[in-house]
């Protein structure tokens, strides 16, 4: 894998910004999707609505890819895309792609923290001990507004979203 030189980049990627030159950098993390087949490593990773990996990414301000076989939700549209230009990596074993576009000095300490985090999270865990996946999960009652304090563990009722409920949508007139 061959460092990337690229154009003078800010912090927030505005050029002409003087500073040490801005190295791209990629690592690849194999999934083992083979070894624990029923383990949901991709809900894991995105967590409710993407909320898990935007919060790693947020972190280290590396992107994160889920690529390979079962990248993609829907299998159907997997099976159909696998062979399109710039879907080749469905032919791959489940993976990430993180990428790292930092100053030289830092782009090492940043990757391997986005790394560090991803592995932790990669680490098949079984679900009475899996506090991460708690988490996840009272955070989707919050997000859907079924989180009922005082439980143990979050009872997801089948409520309305709050966002799909009568108070948010517009009146309707008789006319």
């Known amino acids: 894998m061959g ?13 002409g910004v003087v500073g040490s030159p801005a190295v791209k950098k990629i690592v690849r993390i194999d999934i083992p999707a083979d070894k624990y087949p029923n383990f949901n490593f991709v809900g894991r990773l995105l967590g409710p609505r993407g909320n898990s990996l935007k919060r790693v990414e947020a972190t280290t301000q590396c992107r994160v890819y889920i690529r390979g076989r079962g ?13 399109k230009p710039g879907y080749e990596h469905l032919n791959e074993p489940l993976h990430l792609l993180v990428e790292a576009e930092f100053p030289a000095g830092i782009v090492d300490a940043r990757l391997n923290q986005a790394v560090a985090i991803l592995e932790d999270l990669l680490k098949p865990v079984d679900e009475s001990m899996d506090y991460f996946k708690k988490q996840q999960l ?4 919050i997000l859907n507004g ?5 439980s143990p563990s979050p009872q997801l009722s089948p409520s309305v979203s709050p966002f799909n409920s009568t108070g948010m949508k517009r009146a309707k007139t008789g006319r």
Do not use: F, I, Y
């Open 138 to 141: 009272r955070e989707l009652a």
């Open 71 to 83: 990248s993609v939700k829907d299998t159907v549209k997997e099976n159909k895309l696998r062979d």
């Open 146 to 150: 079924t989180l009922r304090e005082g």
């Open 3 to 15: 460092v990337q030189q690229s154009p003078s980049m800010g912090w927030n990627g505005a050029p």
